[in-house]
């Protein structure tokens, strides 16, 4: 099944520092990765996704880039607020008959004042 | 708000007992994902189910079930409980189910073994 690696597992940035964190995964065929946030004792919740026919995607001040080649994708966070500061999941599927979506460990990220 | 329903929202009982966890997907979505997420851990994925039928499953111990009902909620069971269970249990739920449909996450119910 798909693998995804993540890294780092931990980011401390200073407040309006960017932060980049970046995941790879084993299955060529995947084509859909999404990236969500967890704050502290919160639910996760989707803040972007990309599609494979999409090499970069930006809303705001977050980005994220996808390398179909390299096999990995990151999530670019610019001026950095302490609200950012959570953990970020990165995923990965594709369409098959196995719809799971496969998570990286997390990052947690934290932004200093 | 997602949307998602879980509940109980915490949940604590002794090593080798039965527990039911319960999710009411958003209002539209048919599809319900069960997350397991242990202390410090990922989320590792259980098992997804699509208008009542089981649609992919990942590592789910086989002390552990599932099931959607045909009013779209869905419940986990755990039996012979181990301390290792011990972890924050998310619902999630999407309108279709497919490879990319944005997951929505309930609050999760934490389950302590003892």
């Known amino acids: 099944g798909e693998n995804v690696e993540q890294h780092p597992s931990t980011l401390s940035v200073q407040e309006g520092d960017s932060a980049v964190i970046k995941c790879t995964y084993s299955d060529s065929a995947s084509n859909y990765f999404p990236w969500y946030k967890q704050e502290l004792g919160k639910r996760p919740q989707l803040i972007i996704d990309?599609?494979?026919?999409?090499g970069e995607k930006k809303d705001q001040r977050i980005a994220v880039t996808l390398n179909k080649t390299a096999k990995h994708f990151s999530l670019h966070i610019t001026e950095t607020q302490p609200e950012d500061s959570a953990v970020y999941f990165c995923a990965a599927s594709k369409m098959s008959s196995d719809y799971k979506l496969s998570f990286g460990a997390g990052t947690t990220v934290t932004v200093r004042a | 708000d997602s949307g998602v329903t879980q509940t109980p929202k915490h949940l604590i009982t002794a090593t080798g007992q039965r527990v039911t966890l319960r999710c009411s997907p958003r209002?539209?979505?048919?599809?319900v994902y069960w997350y397991q997420q242990s202390l410090d851990q990922g989320l590792q994925f259980l098992i997804q189910y699509y208008n009542g039928e089981e649609r992919a499953k990942g590592n789910i111990l086989e002390r552990f079930s599932a099931q959607q009902f045909p009013d779209l909620h869905s419940e986990l069971n755990l039996s012979s409980l181990e301390l290792g269970d011990s972890a924050l249990y998310f619902c999630?739920?999407?309108?279709?189910?497919?490879?990319?449909?944005?997951?929505?996450f309930g609050n999760g119910t934490r389950l302590t073994v003892t």
């Open positions: 209002s539209g979505d048919l599809s």
């Open positions: 990309i599609r494979s026919n999409v």
């Open positions: 999630a739920s999407s309108v279709e189910g497919s490879y990319n449909s944005p997951l929505h």
